[in-house]
T-cell receptor
Framework: GAGVSQSPSNKVTEKGKDVELRCDPISGHTALYWYRQSLGQGLEFLIYFQGNSAPDKSGLPSDRFSAERTGGSVSTLTIQRTQQEDSAVYLC???????????????FGSGTRLTVV | RKEVEQDPGPFNVPEGATVAFNCTYSNSASQSFFWYRQDCRKEPKLLMSVYSSGNEDGRFTAQLNRASQYISLLIRDSKLSDSATYLCAVPGGGNNRLAFGKGNQVVVIP
């Protein structure tokens, strides 16, 4: 598609349930990122995929969080046994491949607003 | 020192005035920098890239000071529609990702 597509746009879930968030990046973008943004806070890096390389999972806050990227395109972020502190906007972004010591700006999706009650 | 730091503000600016704010970064090896604009309850959108000494796009000017490790954004002739949060982004984590500041909130007042 023309932009980064995320679904669902809003998700309300009960504490302890699992949720799956989906991201469809811009065609041709080999790099895909997940961030989250809590109310009034900056963007917190979660995970990064680049082509067929092993993902950089260094930002995942706990082992309840995992992500996959199938076929180098669509990505799914899964949160198991959700907690109230998981409530945030989860943003996906994609970009062209990162060059050495530099980078390309990202294009963000419109995000998934997750509320854990 | 945090990867990226910004003074959150808010920066209250009379319509038509000029406003400028800085973003400091810790990674001295960074080669490229970005300013994003984020409207309330919306995703960040790329405003400007800063690859060398600076960049200008209409009323917006971004400058880089490598010696002091900060980038700045200047908005001239502020419009009401410029009200937003401006995030700066710098390569972090081994240059595999962008680290974002918390943003500078700009409120343009009629």
């Amino acid at each position: 598609g023309a932009g980064v597509s995320q679904s669902p746009s809003n998700k309300v879930t009960e504490k302890g349930k699992d949720v799956e968030l989906r991201c469809d990046p811009i065609s041709g973008h080999t790099a895909l990122y997940w961030y989250r943004q809590s109310l009034g806070q900056g963007l917190e890096f979660l995970i990064y995929f680049q082509g067929n390389s092993a993902p950089d999972k260094s930002g995942l806050p706990s082992d309840r969080f995992s992500a996959e990227r199938t076929g180098g395109s669509v990505s799914t972020l899964t949160i198991q046994r959700t907690q109230q502190e998981d409530s945030a906007v989860y943003l996906c972004a994609s970009s062209l491949a990162v060059r050495d010591r530099g980078g390309h700006g990202y294009t963000f999706g419109s995000g998934t607003r997750l509320t854990v009650v | 020192r945090k990867e990226v730091e910004q003074d959150p503000g808010p920066f209250n600016v009379p319509e038509g005035a000029t406003v400028a704010f800085n973003c400091t970064y810790s990674n001295s090896a960074s080669q490229s920098f970005f300013w994003y604009r984020q409207d309330c309850r919306k995703e960040p959108k790329l405003l400007m890239s800063v690859y060398s000494s600076g960049n200008e796009d209409g009323r917006f000017t971004a400058q880089l000071n490598r010696a002091s490790q900060y980038i700045s954004l200047l908005i001239r002739d502020s419009k009401l529609s410029d009200s937003a949060t401006y995030l700066c982004a710098v390569p972090g984590g081994g240059n595999n990702r962008l680290a974002f500041g918390k943003g500078n909130q700009v409120v343009v007042i009629p």
